[in-house]
Nanobody, 117 residues
């Protein structure tokens, strides 16, 4: 059974930091590119960051470049999103995604990040 379980969300003040984790099981994690998406209320889902299967390449949305860092530990079947200098506009449900090809793609349930005073 495939599972992607996010954790680490919560309430943080502007300028603060959070580290999200996504623990994977039920598939060969090291073969999959991993991504973090987010969706704010009333807005479309946005791709935040992607890391290749071996972790050799990362890409980021312009809105988070220089503030967020995606990483993975293939030995632990886990992908992370380190979020620094958080802004109120970063408030959203953050969801991790595993993709091998269009046929083999999985989603987590999401974790809520709220940036507010």
């Amino acid at each position: 059974q495939v599972q992607l379980v996010e954790s680490g969300g919560g309430l943080v003040q502007p300028g603060g930091s959070l580290r999200l984790s996504c623990a994977a099981s039920g598939f060969t994690f090291s073969n999959y590119a991993m991504s973090w998406y987010r969706q704010a209320p009333g807005q479309e889902r946005e791709l935040v960051a992607t890391i290749t299967s071996a972790g050799s390449k990362t890409t980021y949305a312009d809105s988070v470049k220089g503030r967020f860092t995606i990483s993975r530990d293939n030995a632990k079947n886990t992908v992370y999103l380190q979020m620094n200098s958080l802004k109120p506009e970063d408030t959203a449900v953050y969801t991790c995604n595993a993709r091998f090809n269009p046929r083999f793609e999985y989603w987590g349930q999401g974790t809520l990040v709220t940036v507010s005073e």
